[in-house]
Structure formats: C-alpha cells, structure tokens
C-alpha cells in the first residue's frame, strides 16, 4: 500500500493528536516523527525494534524530511532516533489511543462504496474476523489474538481490539465496532458471531446490514435454514476459480424468509456449495454452508451475496496486505527479533523530490 506525501502528512497529523507519553524536559524527537518512522520501517519490512532504528538512521535524506526526523540546528546533519529511543515509546504509549489515530487514518482512505465487475456500485463490505499473531506475545507469554474489522475491497483495518484470556470475541464485538461508522454497510461474520445481540446491535444501533454464516451453535436457527426447500430452489448464480493445482466450484441459493427464522431482522437466507479438488484427477470434495442476510433480494442480488461471502472466506484465510494487517499491542519483548535487511522502498516514498 504506497503513500503519497501528502496521505504521509496527513497520517502524520493523526499522531500529532496523540499524547506524547514522555516527560516534556529534554525532549529530542517530536512524538509524530517517532511514530511515522516506525510505521514506515514496519510497512518496509522491519519486525523488530532495531531493524525499526536501522531502517530509520538508513533512510534517504527526502524521507526523513517527510518524516519530520530532527536535525542539528547548526550543522544541520540528520540526527535520527536509535533502537532504545523506539522502545521505550512503545512500551509507554496509550496503545487504544494509537490504534483508533491508525485506524481513523485507515478508514478515511476506504472508499464508501466499490464496484462490481458489471460496473454497478455495491455496499461497502466490513469482514470482523479473529486473528492470532503468531510470534507475538503478550508480557505473560501468552499470544496475542485481535478481533479486527476488515474493509473487504482493500483489506484495511478499520478498527482492532485485543482479545485476552478475560474475554473472547463474542464479548469484543459491538466494542470493536461501536465507533465505526457504518450507515448501510454490509458487515460480514462467521458463526461465532451469529448472535442475536449482534444482529440487533447491526440493524438497530449501527443502521447496517448483515451476512452472517449458520452453522450448529445457533440449532434452532440452522434446524430452520437446512430444512427450506432447497431442492426446489434453482441456482441462481455461479463461479469456478482454479489455481496452485487446486480447483473449485461455488453455487449460490437464495430465498426470501421474512418471517419464521428464530433470529432478529433476516430477509434472505442463502445455501453455497463449495466444490473442491486437488489436480484434475482428483475427487471432488462438497462443503455446504448456511447462510443469512438481512437486505432485500433488490437490494442484495445473488452476485452481490457471492462476493461478500467470498470477500469475507479471503479475509479468514489471510488475503489481506501485511501493510493493513493487524498489528499486536507491543510490549515489552513481544517483538521478534530479526536481521536488519537492506534498506527496501519505503510504503510511504514520496511521490515528487523534495529540497
């Protein structure tokens, strides 16, 4: 994900807003300059705290100046922060407080709407998935798991929360998405989060819509899904994608329920059968999945419905940008440690010379 100078500024008045966490007396680096280096190193390739202050002490003379790095006021020589400087920033820094500057950032870039391939415009899609960070740890030792809500068109995080052995992500949900705006977005969701109290929060509170899967921690309702008649029902749209030896096959049924589901503001439920095979000699492999919505068949028509079901299947597996993926809480010794590499092209370069 690049950034022209003028977006890098703009992120860099999003941490200007921040409470700087150390003592005024003796400050030497400015607090939204720390941070959009680190946030550059980081979109760059470095995983540690030193590979962050190698990277920044590396970085080209146009770069430091958008960064805001500071410079000796007589000889006017670059004097960037070192490791120790970066470290004790993010072991003192109000995490929540950077993570809503990050993310508002984040959400004023995303598009309010996107596209569809027969040019019309579609709802913006939000997948909230869960995600455990593997090699990042909390000071217990214990790993660190996000709920995150994910623009599905790009893979921007728009908001994240830490999920710790105190909570889980059914509890984290409505936290999570409480200061989104999401005025008729669709917001995408596996089981876990068939809730009642979500979908009431959804449609109520929040003026969105919902794609929620149905699977059998919710019995009644999936009793009620799986039993419609679905062998009358034709199929109303299809896709195959083949690739990495691996071919699939999707068919997608929808039915208007309005009233009868045991679960608060349904319209539509929706069958998708999943064929898969590994090679072209290989057998087929059928997954069937359940599903409802709570928008009209003319406000959600079938190719709408399959491609958030299968924005949402590409979030859960991973197919977001490192650049947008969550990032855990630092603290201290939660970041691996990794060889500095050389100085790649900064997510953040800009895009004219500057003096």
């Not at 969550?326 to 370069?349: N, Q």
């Amino acid at each position: 994900m690049a950034a022209s100078a003028a977006e890098c500024l703009n992120l860099l008045e999003c941490f200007q807003r921040l409470p700087d966490p150390g003592d005024p007396r003796g400050v030497r680096h400015a607090l939204a300059s720390l941070l959009a280096g680190a946030a550059a190193a980081v979109l760059a390739g470095a995983r540690s705290f030193t590979a962050i202050g190698e990277w920044i002490a590396d970085a080209p003379a146009q770069v430091m100046a958008v960064l805001g790095v500071r410079r000796d006021p007589l000889s006017r020589a670059w004097q960037p922060p070192d490791e120790s400087t970066v470290r004790r920033l993010f072991e003192q820094i109000d995490t929540d407080a950077l993570d809503e500057a990050v993310c508002s950032w984040l959400a004023g870039r995303a598009a309010a709407t996107s596209a569809s391939a027969d040019g019309r415009v579609r709802r913006r899609a939000v997948a909230v998935d869960g995600k455990a960070l593997p090699g990042a740890r909390h000071r217990g030792g214990e790993p660190v798991h996000l709920l995150a809500a994910f623009v599905h068109a790009s893979g921007l995080v728009l908001a994240q929360t830490d999920v710790d052995g105190k909570t889980n992500e059914i509890t984290r949900f409505q936290p999570l998405l409480k200061r989104l705006d999401l005025d008729d977005c669709v917001v995408t969701a596996d089981a876990l989060h068939t809730q009642r109290e979500h979908a009431t929060f959804l449609i109520e509170q929040k003026r969105a819509h919902y794609v929620l899967i149905v699977k059998e921690n919710q019995p009644s309702l999936y009793a009620q899904v799986k039993r419609l008649s679905w062998k009358q029902i034709p199929v109303q749209h299809r896709e195959r994608d083949r690739g990495h030896g691996r071919e699939e096959r999707r068919t997608l049924k929808v039915v208007t329920v309005t009233t009868g589901l045991l679960f608060p503001h349904p319209v539509q439920a929706m069958q998708i059968k999943r064929q898969v095979r590994d090679g072209s000699a290989g057998k087929w492999q059928t997954v069937t999945v359940y599903a409802i919505n709570s928008l009209p068949a003319w406000q959600a028509p079938p190719a709408d419905l399959a491609a958030w079901t299968r924005g949402h299947w590409s979030i859960e597996t991973g197919s977001t940008t490192s650049a947008t993926s969550p990032t855990p809480k630092i603290t201290a010794g939660s970041a691996p440690a990794m060889p500095h590499a050389p100085w790649p092209p900064c997510g953040t370069w800009p895009l004219a010379p500057y003096a």
